[in-house]
């Protein structure tokens, strides 16, 4: 199965997943009209589209509900604006259902949030369109290169020393 979520650098939030049991981790695009984006593009805040990433799971190792567990334990949902350092509607949170149960399961999860924490879920809960797949370099970028990730998640807040 598939499930696409937007939360913020997808570098960042790429390793979390594998760790989890998830088979396969593709940093992409969605949420826009524009086919086949740039990353520069989506950067630039000229294609409508978020840093997605796209994780292809096996239900029997872990299911939806799981993931968005490690979804919300992993991203600020409170701001609007982005993640951390990255500001801009790229850098925003979403999640792309692909069917009804998925969208009740995140729906049910946006609940809970607000009503624990008081606040408004700043989560985009939108129908899946399309999955554009990220520009080869942005692929497992935290193997590749694991000095500069580790730079990455210390200067945008995600980790701290």
Same mark, same amino acid.
């Given at each position: 199965m598939r499930a696409y979520f937007a939360g913020g650098?997808?570098?960042? +939030?790429?390793?979390?997943? /594998?760790?989890?049991?998830? #088979? /396969? +981790? +593709?940093?992409? @695009?969605?949420?826009?009209?524009?086919?086949n984006p740039t @990353?520069?593009? +989506?950067?630039?805040? /000229?294609? #409508?589209h978020r840093e997605t990433i796209m994780l292809e799971y096996d239900p029997e190792k872990v299911s939806y509900d799981k993931l968005l567990d490690i979804y919300f334990a992993n991203v600020d949902p409170f701001d609007g604006e982005g993640q951390f350092i990255d500001k801009g509607f790229s850098y925003t949170l979403a999640i792309y259902y692909t069917n009804e149960e998925e969208k009740q399961s995140a729906l049910s999860k946006i609940k809970a949030l607000e009503e624990k924490s008081g606040k408004a879920v700043q989560v985009a809960l939108e129908a899946f369109k399309s999955f554009y797949e990220a520009e080869e370099y942005h692929q497992d970028y935290y193997l590749k290169n694991p000095e500069a990730f580790e730079k990455e998640l210390l200067e945008s807040g995600r980790k701290r020393n």
């Open positions: 650098c997808f570098w960042c +939030v790429t390793p979390i997943y /594998k760790m989890y049991g998830v #088979g /396969k +981790v +593709v940093c992409g @695009y969605s949420g826009g009209d524009e086919v @990353y520069e593009d +989506v950067k630039a805040q /000229k294609t #409508g």
